[in-house]
């Protein structure tokens, strides 16, 4: 998926396109969409809602004593579950215990919705709480609400809806609270758990509630999310574990002023950490920023779908974190519609642990694991329902977005590559102008990176490092890449914003376009594995991208075959020159099924085929001028393909040759069929060039015309 917008070298903005290039991304976009039938998925949906004013800030945590308490009954089993407490740590519980028998609450839901004013503390005794008043279906009136229904099946509720029925899709629901803290009182995060038991979308929720801090505590196991915080300005989630949801663990949406720290995700079908629809506070800027509107930091992400996603993840920091063990580390997109913030921007990666995220969960759906309740799937047991289509084996995907930096962190151990970076055009995210098509993949910057060695200097390489569909403009690199498609890539200079060699490509190279499209047309809902894709196991001659070289090479040998029997076979540099097609037209086959490492293989397959119609047009020259003329043009495309894929990006060129040569490859076919199909003979063997006479052979009566007095036949 390949599109781009005009951006300023450095700094922010969007100056206007020129009609060529607006014309061009037109055409391109109509070419394009006829390979994007299927809808586009909605990654989060929910009610519109529009971004915090900014007015907010962090909150502080309190280590002040509690307003109000929640505990269980069982005291036994609470004395059990703190005897191994530090001293002091179980004295405090057993004081707050003996405070709660009396005065205190038994369901955390109790207790938030007795908060009655700013800058109040709830603490929760360790314990397990399934919040059974909340639990049963809704009743009456509940049970009636009049609501658009998303693609998943759950009503798109508005907040007056959600506060008048907080347990449709909450099992603790906070609306409308400031400065609220909840914190569990245990030794570890696993003293207190809140468990959906899978009966509700969020574990927690916590709506239009700004300056809200939760601590020390584990959220688990419902079909959406264990911990949302939405349209908040002010939060911090500070040594929280979600796991074992069908989508995300933690997932912040329209926020501001936010802060994680110190958590812990696993076990969930989309991401483990997901600030989707950050504020967008940095839209048009270059890489200097006054502020981030989330910061991520000392968290593990790992056994998910995605350690960390994004659509529109805007200014975030995410750094000293780990993501690893999942499918892929971490990803930023513009991909899905209904997100504010698009495209995404201003992400800003550092000092991360990004390693060996090989998962591969498709098989679950594919043997209709995914397809059963929740509950049977066996999430505890390290099933993962993968929601959305993804490349497994990958370090860093960026799929549509602009402005990001990626700096000094550690990349490793993936079987695919470290770095993967595509375009997303504006319609698959629902805008239809084509001013926006062309807006993302821009001014992403990779720079001083460890790449295929862990931090102790051990050897830990990645299939390839970088994967690049090549489209968009200012995108740079750091020096040495162990591996890359394509061959060589723009290099950041010194300064931010300096780029060496940058590209311009207002679309990606034709066969990771495919790939792309083909690949993104999944659903676990409809046990959809697209066939031919290798994100789901299509291997050597099943991958898409084989039968594309296979029924390219079908159609050029047999042309190639026919035309140098009709025309060449007399001649021996047109015989030698398709000796070299036809040993290009193998690597190039051979060259796709090698889809998982960076190989010259391609670039070589074209460099021979490039120059089989050097000798081809060099042939055809004497007898047909002008399709000779062609096929040399043709030639010149293929090899100037082969040093673009292998040697240096053309500069500031707004097409990839590839497609050029493939519309040229087309007109010659045609041409060469006909060329072939009229009578003739083949060129004499005394005459490599071919035979002078044209297609009729010289009567022993009429003299041989000349070239000078022979008439081009096109």
Same mark, same amino acid.
């Given at each position: 998926?390949?599109?781009?917008?005009?951006?300023?070298?450095?700094?922010?903005?969007?100056?206007?396109?020129?009609?060529?290039?607006?014309?061009?991304?037109?055409?391109?976009?109509?070419?394009?969409?006829?390979?994007?039938?299927?809808?586009?998925?909605?990654?989060?949906?929910?009610?519109?809602?529009?971004?915090?004013?900014?007015?907010?800030?962090?909150?502080?945590?309190?280590?002040?004593?509690?307003?109000?308490?929640?505990?269980?009954?069982?005291?036994?089993?609470?004395?059990?579950?703190?005897?191994?407490?530090?001293?002091?740590?179980?004295?405090?519980?057993?004081?707050?215990?003996?405070?709660?028998?009396?005065?205190?609450?038994?369901?955390?839901?109790?207790?938030?919705?007795?908060?009655?004013?700013?800058?109040?503390?709830?603490?929760?005794?360790?314990?397990?709480?399934?919040?059974?008043?909340?639990?049963?279906?809704?009743?009456?009136?509940?049970?009636?609400?009049?609501?658009?229904?998303?693609?998943?099946?759950?009503?798109?509720?508005?907040?007056?809806?959600?506060?008048?029925?907080?347990?449709?899709?909450?099992?603790?629901?906070?609306?409308?609270?400031?400065?609220?803290?909840?914190?569990?009182?245990?030794?570890?995060?696993?003293?207190?758990?809140?468990?959906?038991?899978?009966?509700?979308?969020?574990?927690?929720?916590?709506?239009?509630?700004?300056?809200?801090?939760?601590?020390?505590?584990?959220?688990?196991?419902?079909?959406?999310?264990?911990?949302?915080?939405?349209?908040?300005?002010?939060?911090?989630?500070?040594?929280?574990?979600?796991?074992?949801?069908?989508?995300?663990?933690?997932?912040?949406?329209?926020?501001?002023?936010?802060?994680?720290?110190?958590?812990?995700?696993?076990?969930?079908?989309?991401?483990?950490?997901?600030?989707?629809?950050?504020?967008?506070?940095?839209?048009?800027?270059?890489?200097?920023?006054?502020?981030?509107?989330?910061?991520?930091?000392?968290?593990?992400?790992?056994?998910?779908?995605?350690?960390?996603?994004?659509?529109?993840?805007?200014?975030?920091?995410?750094?000293?974190?780990?993501?690893?063990?999942?499918?892929?580390?971490?990803?930023?997109?513009?991909?899905?519609?209904?997100?504010?913030?698009?495209?995404?921007?201003?992400?800003?990666?550092?000092?991360?642990?990004?390693?060996?995220?090989?998962?591969?969960?498709?098989?679950?759906?594919?043997?209709?694991?995914?397809?059963?309740?929740?509950?049977?799937?066996?999430?505890?047991?390290?099933?993962?329902?993968?929601?959305?289509?993804?490349?497994?084996?990958?370090?860093?995907?960026?799929?549509?977005?602009?402005?990001?930096?990626?700096?000094?962190?550690?990349?490793?151990?993936?079987?695919?590559?470290?770095?993967?970076?595509?375009?997303?055009?504006?319609?698959?995210?629902?805008?239809?102008?084509?001013?926006?098509?062309?807006?993302?993949?821009?001014?992403?910057?990779?720079?001083?990176?460890?790449?295929?060695?862990?931090?102790?200097?051990?050897?830990?390489?990645?299939?390839?490092?970088?994967?690049?569909?090549?489209?968009?403009?200012?995108?740079?690199?750091?020096?040495?890449?162990?591996?890359?498609?394509?061959?060589?890539?723009?290099?950041?200079?010194?300064?931010?914003?300096?780029?060496?060699?940058?590209?311009?490509?207002?679309?990606?190279?034709?066969?990771?376009?495919?790939?792309?499209?083909?690949?993104?047309?999944?659903?676990?809902?409809?046990?959809?594995?697209?066939?031919?894709?290798?994100?789901?196991?299509?291997?050597?001659?099943?991958?898409?991208?084989?039968?594309?070289?296979?029924?390219?090479?079908?159609?050029?040998?047999?042309?190639?075959?026919?035309?140098?029997?009709?025309? %060449? !076979?007399?001649? /021996?540099?047109?015989? +030698?020159?398709?000796?070299?097609? =036809? $040993? &290009? #037209?193998? @690597?190039?086959? *051979?060259?796709?099924?090698?889809?998982?490492?960076?190989?010259?293989?391609?670039?070589?397959?074209?460099?021979?085929?490039?120059?089989?119609?050097?000798?081809?047009?060099?042939? %055809? !020259?004497?007898? /047909?001028?002008?399709? +000779?003329?062609?096929?040399?043009? =043709? $030639? &010149? #495309?293929? @090899?100037?393909? *082969?040093?673009?894929?292998?040697?240096?990006?053309?500069?500031?060129?707004?097409?990839?040759?590839?497609?050029?040569?493939?519309?040229?490859?087309?007109?010659?076919?045609?041409?060469?069929?006909?060329?072939?199909?009229?009578?003739?003979?083949?060129?004499?063997?005394?005459?490599?060039?071919?035979?002078?006479?044209?297609?009729?052979?010289?009567?022993?009566?009429?003299?041989?015309?000349?070239?000078?007095?022979?008439?081009?036949?096109?």
């Amino acid at each position: 998926m390949s599109w781009t917008r005009r951006f300023p070298a450095v700094s922010g903005g969007t100056p206007g396109r020129s009609l060529g290039e607006t014309l061009l991304a037109a055409l391109l976009l109509a070419l394009l969409s006829l390979f994007a039938a299927a809808p586009a998925a909605r990654a989060h949906e929910e009610r519109p809602v529009t971004l915090p004013d900014g007015s907010g800030s962090v909150p502080e945590y309190r280590r002040a004593e509690p307003d109000l308490v929640v505990c269980k009954t069982d005291r036994p089993a609470f004395e059990r579950r703190i005897s191994a407490f530090p001293e002091e740590l179980r004295q405090r519980n057993l004081a707050l215990y003996e405070r709660c028998e009396k005065s205190g609450y038994r369901h955390l839901q109790e207790a938030v919705d007795a908060v009655d004013r700013p800058g109040m503390n709830i603490a929760i005794l360790p314990g397990l709480y399934e919040e059974e008043p909340s639990l049963p279906k809704p009743t009456g009136e509940c049970a009636e609400l009049k609501a658009p229904n998303s693609s998943l099946g759950y009503q798109i509720l508005t907040y007056e809806q959600q506060v008048r029925c907080r347990h449709n899709q909450n099992l603790v629901a906070i609306l409308g609270k400031t400065n609220l803290q909840i914190e569990g009182t245990g030794a570890t995060r696993l003293d207190v758990v809140i468990d959906a038991k899978y009966q509700k979308l969020n574990a927690l929720r916590a709506d239009k509630s700004n300056g809200i801090y939760f601590r020390n505590f584990t959220a688990q196991r419902t079909t959406f999310n264990s911990l949302y915080v939405l349209a908040g300005d002010g939060f911090v989630i500070d040594d929280v574990l979600t796991r074992w949801n069908d989508e995300y663990g933690f997932l912040t949406f329209a926020s501001d002023h936010g802060l994680y720290k110190n958590c812990e995700s696993y076990g969930n079908g989309d991401s483990g950490i997901y600030p989707g629809s950050a504020s967008n506070i940095n839209d048009g800027r270059g890489y200097d920023v006054p502020r981030y509107s989330i910061e991520i930091t000392g968290c593990r992400s790992h056994h998910n779908m995605v350690g960390y996603s994004g659509t529109a993840g805007d200014s975030v920091w995410v750094h000293d974190n780990e993501f690893d063990q999942n499918m892929g580390g971490a990803s930023m997109d513009s991909a899905f519609p209904g997100h504010p913030g698009l495209p995404q921007n201003h992400a800003k990666f550092e000092r991360n642990l990004i390693h060996d995220n090989n998962q591969d969960y498709y098989g679950y759906v594919a043997d209709g694991t995914c397809a059963k309740p929740p509950i049977e799937r066996g999430y505890e047991r390290g099933v993962v329902c993968p929601q959305i289509s993804m490349p497994p084996g990958t370090g860093i995907i960026t799929a549509g977005g602009n402005w990001n930096l990626y700096e000094n962190n550690w990349v490793y151990g993936h079987k695919r590559a470290g770095f993967f970076l595509s375009a997303v055009p504006a319609f698959i995210r629902g805008e239809e102008a084509w001013s926006k098509q062309a807006d993302t993949s821009h001014h992403n910057r990779y720079a001083g990176n460890v790449l295929g060695k862990d931090k102790s200097g051990a050897a830990r390489p990645n299939g390839m490092d970088v994967w690049w569909d090549g489209q968009g403009r200012g995108n740079c690199w750091q020096d040495g890449p162990d591996g890359s498609t394509p061959g060589t890539l723009p290099q950041c200079g010194g300064a931010r914003g300096e780029v060496s060699g940058a590209s311009a490509r207002l679309v990606g190279e034709p066969a990771k376009l495919v790939q792309l499209l083909v690949c993104a047309d999944y659903s676990v809902q409809a046990r959809k594995l697209p066939a031919g894709c290798d994100w789901y196991g299509a291997r050597g001659l099943e991958r898409v991208e084989t039968q594309i070289a296979l029924a390219v090479a079908g159609v050029l040998l047999l042309v190639g075959g026919v035309l140098w029997w009709r025309r %060449l !076979r007399r001649s /021996r540099l047109g015989t +030698a020159a398709s000796l070299l097609g =036809l $040993a &290009g #037209l193998a @690597l190039d086959v *051979a060259g796709s099924t090698t889809g998982l490492v960076a190989t010259p293989i391609p670039a070589l397959a074209l460099t021979l085929l490039g120059l089989w119609w050097t000798g081809v047009g060099l042939a %055809l !020259r004497p007898t /047909r001028p002008w399709l +000779a003329r062609l096929t040399l043009l =043709l $030639a &010149g #495309l293929t @090899l100037l393909d *082969a040093f673009d894929k292998a040697v240096l990006m053309i500069p500031w060129s707004p097409l990839s040759p590839a497609w050029i040569r493939a519309l040229v490859a087309v007109i010659w076919v045609l041409w060469a069929v006909i060329a072939s199909a009229r009578p003739g003979t083949p060129a004499r063997p005394a005459d490599p060039g071919g035979d002078p006479a044209g297609d009729r052979a010289p009567t022993p009566d009429a003299p041989t015309p000349s070239l000078t007095t022979a008439e081009p036949t096109p």
